[in-house]
């Protein structure tokens, strides 16, 4: 089962900052917070990760809260191209074996940029 | 960044018959490779990990005998539907990962996807 929660649907618009929640309330110690997302009838692509400092890269910036049991990831400004489903998903970032590999997709929110 | 390839994009094929989905990692060696399948408006659902040399691991509810897969080599995974049957129209999405045991920060990569459509 999936360790995340996360709204159904968001609207932002064009050129906005898009702000997408996250909370993980069981994470363990052990584990990473990671975003994917999908555009219509492609396969996922990463977006960012972390296990407890902010992250920021050229796609978005993550913010993880002190206790690590939400996150939000922001795209900073956010195109037509932008629209997709953001899978929130949290797993060990240590490789200890195949099983460890799994990412477990919950329903994600989709995000539609209005223009 | 690292690419994953998939052939087809898509197939149709009759009932009955058996289809294969090739994956593989065009620039690294991925030690392991991921089969998911995704339903209409539904998230991709896990169904197998595949470790280059071994058998694969299958999800709970995910019948082996029907889904071979096979991770000959470091670049390449094959699904088989075999008998294949209209339910098992879908979207099925390859993923793979350079880790290996003891690495930390390791990604994993998607590949397009190949949507099968069973007549």
């Known amino acids: 089962d999936a360790k995340t929660t996360q709204p159904p649907s968001m609207d932002c618009a064009e050129g906005r900052a898009a702000n997408l929640p996250c909370n993980h309330s069981t994470i363990s110690g052990n584990e990473y917070v990671y975003w994917y997302r999908q555009i219509h009838s492609q396969g996922p692509q990463y977006i960012i990760h972390g296990l407890k400092n902010n992250e920021t890269n050229e796609m978005a910036s993550l913010i993880i809260t002190e206790d690590r049991k939400s996150s939000t990831l922001i795209l900073p400004h956010a195109t037509l191209r932008d629209t997709a489903v953001y899978y929130c998903?949290?797993?060990?970032?240590?490789?200890?074996?195949?099983?460890?590999?799994?990412?477990?997709f919950g329903t994600g929110t989709l995000l539609a940029v209005q223009p | 960044g690292a690419v994953v390839s998939q052939h087809p994009s898509r197939v149709i094929c009759k009932s009955g018959t058996s289809v294969k989905i090739e994956c593989r990692s065009l620039d690294f060696q991925a030690t392991t490779m991921f089969w998911y399948r995704q339903f209409p408006k539904q998230s991709l659902m896990l169904m197998a990990t595949?470790?280059?040399?071994?058998?694969?691991?299958?999800e709970q509810g995910v019948e082996k005998d029907k889904f071979l897969i096979n991770h000959a080599s470091l670049t390449l995974s094959t699904l088989t539907v075999t008998s294949a049957h209209p339910e098992d129209s879908s979207f099925y999405i390859c993923?793979?990962?350079?880790?290996?045991?003891?690495?930390?920060?390791?990604?994993?990569?998607f590949g397009p996807g190949t949507r099968l459509t069973v007549t």
């Open positions: 595949s470790n280059e040399g071994s058998k694969a691991t299958y």
């Open positions: 998903i949290v797993r060990v970032g240590r490789n200890y074996g195949g099983a460890t590999n799994k990412l477990i």
């Open positions: 993923s793979a990962t350079q880790g290996r045991a003891g690495r930390s920060d390791y990604e994993q990569y």
